[in-house]
């Protein structure tokens, strides 16, 4: 049975995630290993904090270690892929591949108990994905074959939070409260993979440092608890589809702060992934 409750709780995570783009531009120099770390930290604070004040420790002594395990691979598997597939390819076309996760959630969906994939599903997360390709077209300079080794890893990093967000479905058992531990051992790996690859950089000012507080309470902290009570519970299908909608308001919220320029793709790009959302949400209801 879907919880509406929980698919609002999604859509919250989503909305969370909108504000990935501006707040990590505002850590800059801060390298993404060493963000990771930072935030991942200050998340696994905030899932302590809500687990002692609701005095559920026992919880987190329950959870079997290969649950925190799979949700391990899960946050950390899906940032190192990305972050490497930075490295080897152009950003604007890795990015686009790593951001097929939407339309493999409603894909993935299909092979869950209970639940029954649609053809609007899949029209609405392919209008979603055009949507998302339209932001980007402009960045996009042609698929390189040098770059094949880091077009790869974003698409494994798809498939990565694709299935770590369709498996959880099955561990419905399993407390929110467990997202704490996967954070906490992201921020241990995230810090290792850091002093290997990395120099260490810091914001240059105040609002550099608010901002990394900032992404550690939203995007990358509150979203991905948010994220997994709406998995285990909530419309997965509608929030694959759903998650288009991350990249366009992003985009918007740079346009509003002066970091990018308002174009016709905008408009197109929200036409897409709003049509495709509610193309979605209608065969839902059905």
């Known amino acids: 049975m879907q919880d509406r409750k929980a698919t609002i709780a999604g859509l919250a995570a989503i909305g969370l995630w909108a504000m990935l783009a501006l707040l990590t531009v505002a850590t800059a120099p801060v390298p993404p290993f060493q963000l990771a770390a930072i935030c991942f930290a200050i998340a696994a604070g905030l899932g302590a904090f809500i687990v002692w004040q609701n005095g559920t420790l026992g919880e987190l002594r329950a ?11 899960g946050l950390f598997g ?4 990305y972050f490497s597939a930075l490295r080897l390819a152009p950003p604007a076309e890795a990015g686009l591949i790593a951001y097929l996760w939407p339309l493999l959630i409603v894909l993935f969906s299909g092979l869950l108990p209970g639940v029954r994939l649609r053809a609007a599903h899949v029209i609405g997360a392919l209008a979603g994905f055009a949507g998302a390709a339209l932001l980007v077209a402009d960045k996009l300079g042609g698929f390189a074959g040098t770059a094949l080794p880091g077009y790869g890893l974003a ?9 770590y967000s369709v498996l959880s479905r099955p561990l419905g058992k399993v407390p929110t409260s467990s997202v704490t531990l996967y954070c906490a051992a992201t921020a241990l790996l995230s810090l290792i993979a850091h002093s290997l690859l990395e120099q260490t950089a810091w914001p240059l000012s105040p609002l550099g440092w608010l901002a990394m507080l900032a992404l550690g309470l939203g995007p990358v902290g509150l979203a991905f608890y948010l994220w997994d009570h709406a998995m285990k519970r909530g419309d997965i299908q509608l929030l694959g589809v759903a998650s288009y909608a991350a990249p366009l308001i992003s985009t918007a919220i740079l346009v509003i702060a002066g970091m990018a320029e308002p174009n016709w793709r905008l408009a197109v790009a929200a036409l897409l992934i709003t049509g495709g959302a509610l193309f979605a949400a209608r065969a839902g209801r059905s």
Do not use: Q, R, S
């Open 78 to 81: 899906y940032h190192a892929l």
């Open 155 to 163: 698409l494994l990093c798809a498939f990565t939070w694709a299935g």
């Open 63 to 73: 959870i079997p270690w290969k649950v925190i395990a799979f949700g391990t691979a």
